[in-house]
């Protein structure tokens, strides 16, 4: 896996998804095992089987977030440099008009509500460039241009 840039704040909401996942959500597949066990027949017991994918599923994503974990360096988010950077709130204008864009590290990228990774396409077009620079971004329906309107 290749190391990933992320805020502090991705960081710590992946941290707490694992801690949540490793022991509240654990415990709970856990009981759901044990009542299903109480059940009798475990080759035909619906209720138990559900439960083992339940642990299998968890216990994946548990792995998964450790070596994410591991493998991301945290950034902290530069003060305004007037350059775009991880945070910042970049305003662009295209032919579809004006849009604000926030851009986030990987697990923090919500695109409906303007956010998006500094892996994305756009984030990686858009950062290191300044107010009033014009941008090219290749998408599956072509090339798009985009002006940098405002940093925030």
């Known amino acids: 896996m ?3 840039i992320i805020s502090q704040e991705g960081y710590d909401k992946l941290k707490d998804e694992m801690n ?31 439960a ?5 599923l ?3 994503r548990v792995l998964e977030l450790a070596n994410t974990l591991k493998n991301v360096t945290v ?7 007037g350059e775009v950077s991880m945070g ?9 008009g004006e849009k604000q864009y926030t851009i986030v590290s ?13 892996e994305s396409p756009l984030g990686v077009a858009f950062l290191h460039h300044h107010k009033g620079e014009n941008v090219e971004v290749e998408t599956p329906k072509g090339i ?4 940098i309107v405002k940093i925030d």
């Open 2 to 4: 290749n190391e990933q």
């Open 20 to 50: 949540f996942l490793a022991t509240v959500r654990r415990k709970e597949i856990a009981e759901r095992i044990e009542r299903a066990k109480e059940l009798g027949d475990l080759s035909e017991n619906a209720e138990y089987s559900e």
């Open 52 to 56: 083992k994918d339940a642990q299998a």
């Open 58 to 60: 968890n216990e994946g």
């Open 75 to 81: 950034v902290d988010i530069p003060a305004a440099s």
């Open 88 to 96: 910042s709130k970049v305003t662009v204008k295209s032919d579809n």
């Open 106 to 118: 990987f697990n923090e990228a919500d695109p409906l509500n303007g956010k998006i990774s500094n």
């Open 144 to 147: 798009v241009k985009y002006k």
